[in-house]
């Protein structure tokens, strides 16, 4: 008989995630297939039309508001449509400043990623209790256990249980050096922000970023403080962060094969390496496993299934923010983003795959390829949770590594931003890629004024819903075909929808 899953909410993410799925018995008790499954993002937040009416400077302090993991992202894609409705680009300064402050916050969103919200879905917290030895860290482990063993609300120890009661990791020492490595991440991440707030006077939210650059003026002082914490940042990815990927994969093998979606990927460009605008990952499309050169007039947003009272398929510099809670036959808050008419999976893996296959980029081939070659893996099963996981933490490396060579370029008290003169009317958009994937403002301004603000969101990409000819969105067809053991513990589904890293706060924005 056919059994239908509900996750009403999908813990360890951002924001508020329904998952339902319909299933059938794939045959006696070998579990049940999904056959179809639908997101439903829960939450209307509001913020483009928050900006009209308003100064367009106070754009990027008031998007940055749409998420504490991601802010520089928004930040930046704001600063870029301004810079293009001002006739600008950063200054040298103001862009190594700019990327030195978007890169600290990959890193940081990076690692929370695999520590606080992905490795509870392969560690074994509860077994900890039954640990023999004491320290400081499993003594704290085991208070937080027992409380939240007792108590069903919200409580200290709430992100690490209730959970699926199904096989985890059983090696003790393995399970005990992650759930350190969690502790650990904590720290990291804080000195990730450190990095963050030297350059961009604080984090979550920069106050410093403007449009052409940064108004921290890089001192010696700061250079050096950005340094020693990329230093210590650089060695937990490095000596922790990436070899728990390795080992995780080593222990569930068979997640390389489960949750691979649509396969088309997306990727906007992001870090600006020089004055003429190239950037480290560059855009570029793969449909139907084709690279394809990209084109911003080929997005348009769906709106049928999104309780919008809006026109869809509009490219967003044309789209509109109206809510309509009532609308019939609509399961969500988020649009559906198309790219030429085609569902897109957007993150680092979608960034890593578009310049794997990008005919002009050669660094990201030879640098996949080496590792492909060290875990002997071919490259088609990136498309997988554990290769989310895996190309996630190889790009954390990559970004630390150009933050070096962005220090290098700075000049020593130089002006760390562009000048502009505000422009009465003007429009502009700003594309670049978050952390979660591509991200997309869309400007126009009157009379001084924002008239129109659009967001097209990386979680708005990967936890779309069914667009207006019915195809689902990125998640919703990495869940469908995946076999469920046991439908009351459908961590097989929880284990696909996090390797995308949704952001559900980002995605209804
Ligand atoms: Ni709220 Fe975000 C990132 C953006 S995801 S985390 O990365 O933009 O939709
Ligand atoms: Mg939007």
Redesign the pocket.
Known sequence: MSRKIAIPQVTRI??HLAVHAETEPVGEGQGFRVTEAHCEGEMFRGFEKILEGRDPLDAQQIIQR?????PI??GI?SVRAQEMAYGIRPNRNGRLLQNLLFAANYLQ?HVAHLYQLSALDFVDVKALLGYSGDNALLRKLRTWMEQSVARKDLFPGAPLLPRFEVPYIEDAGINLALVAHYAEALEVRRIADEMGAIVGARLPHSTALVPGGVTQVPTMERISSYLARLKRVEAFIEDVYIPDVITVAGLFPEYFDIGRGPGNMLCYGVFEMDDAGNRLFRPGVLINGRWEAFDQAKITEDAGTAWFDVASGLHPSRGDTIAAPSKKGAYSWLKAPRYAGQVMEVGPLARVLVNYHDPSNTWVKAEVDKVLGELKLPAEKLVSVLGRHLVRALEARWVARECYRWLEELEVDGPPAQDFKLVRNGSGYGLTE????A?GHWLEIENYKIKRYQ?V??????CSPRDDKGVPGAVEAALAGTIVADPAQPIELARIVRSF???????VH
């Open positions: 951002e924001g749409v998420c504490g993991v991601c992202s928004h894609a969103s978050a952390p979660r994937g991200l967001c969101v990386p979680t708005t990409w990967n890293d949704p952001c559900l706060a980002c995605a």
